[in-house]
């Protein structure tokens, strides 16, 4: 078993070591410019220059982040329980959650921002908007997806409806309330940094979306690659987080 854990934690790190040599020697090799390409040092110069800022704005983008999520979470547990309680209910709302997943959020940026203006709130809105639909989806579908055994045998023993619901389809939706948790934990980052390109905050008090526009905007490339590292770093993060409360709930729901 300590074999196996030593070998998924030395593949990861043995791959990114060969990534980054590959990178070095190519920006070396092939002498290209720092403003195309810039190798890793240069990025690590980038990152130690602007550390206060990169941990400033990282912070921010976390909050908006988990700020987004934590709201898509209970909004979407909520419909998904009404989706399961009534089909007409579903089938009339259905079709409008599927409309937040597919219409691009630069088309309802604006009006966010007439209807709520710029800075923090903004920036949380577009992270649950973005981070809504799985959570609805894994919902609904662990509410309703009981068995029919289960069905008959709550029946059988004349339970209310209310006794369904909490003693069966809320118990049998855990599994998939955690998987959907675990794909919008991700979104809600994603959500978070186009919220910032659009809605953003000022150039005082900023996260990681402004400082990739700004970055790109001015050429700033090894900085522009140190913040996309801090991105990715920050969302690998909230998901292993969310990863591990999940993992937590269902070894507690499978007991």
Known sequence: MKDVRLIALLAPVTLLG????????????????????????AVSSAARNHSDELLRATLITAAGALGGFAISFLLGSV???LFSQSRIIQYSFYPYAIFLQTVPIV???PLIVIWCGTGFQSVVIVAMIISLF??????????????????????????????????????????????GAKISSG???????????FVGYSTKN???????????????TPYLFATIICSTLLGVAIFLLINLMGDLILKRWQE
Request: hydrophobic share 55%; proline share 6%.
């Open 79 to 81: 419909i998904a329980f």
């Open 107 to 109: 088309a309802i940026a």
């Open 134 to 179: 799985p959570i609805i989806t894994n919902g609904t579908a662990g509410l309703t997806s009981i068995s029919q055994q289960q069905a008959d045998l709550f029946s059988l023993y004349n339970a209310s409806r209310w006794q369904v619901l909490w003693k069966l389809r809320l118990p049998n939706s855990v599994p998939n309330l955690v998987t």
């Open 18 to 41: 060969v990534v980054i040599l590959i990178w070095h020697l190519v920006t070396v090799v092939f002498s290209i410019q720092p403003f195309l390409l810039p190798g890793p040092s």
């Open 206 to 220: 900023f996260g990681l979306g402004y400082l990739i526009l700004m970055t790109s905007g001015q050429l700033k």
């Open 187 to 197: 979104l809600s980052v994603i959500g978070a940094i186009i919220g910032e390109f």
